[in-house]
């Protein structure tokens, strides 16, 4: 079955940087569309970032365009998420997720808090 792990969050001061990285198994991976999601507390989770399964075609929530940017590798079954630019309100548990066209797997989320 699809597994995905996140690892790459932690604490950074505003302004900083922090790279996610999420790898994919049990599935092929190069046939999923990949994305970020983040959840603050009290907040819906929202999508950060997205890119297509072989075209790399990227789509950004508004709130993180020109900070964010979403890469994958399909041979080693990697999705990654350099945020630069961090900002206090960026602070959320980041989920990796894998679409097929019908199913939504997701990740155990890594937790990502900006603060000075």
């Known amino acids: 079955q699809v597994q995905l792990v996140e690892s790459g969050g932690g604490l950074a001061q505003p302004g900083g940087s922090l790279r996610l990285s999420c790898k994919g198994s049990?599935?092929?991976?190069?046939?999923?569309?990949m994305s970020w999601y983040r959840q603050a507390p009290g907040k819906e989770r929202e999508l950060v970032a997205g890119?297509?399964?072989?075209?790399?075609?990227?789509n950004y929530g508004d709130s993180v365009k020109g900070r964010f940017t979403i890469s994958r590798d399909n041979a080693q079954a990697m999705v990654y998420l350099q945020m630069n630019s961090l900002k206090p309100e960026d602070t959320a548990m980041y989920y990796c997720n894998a679409h097929d066209g019908w199913v939504d797997s997701w990740g155990q989320g890594t937790q990502v808090t900006v603060s000075s």
């Open positions: 890119i297509a399964r072989s075209t790399g075609i990227t």
């Open positions: 049990g599935f092929t991976f190069s046939h999923y569309y």
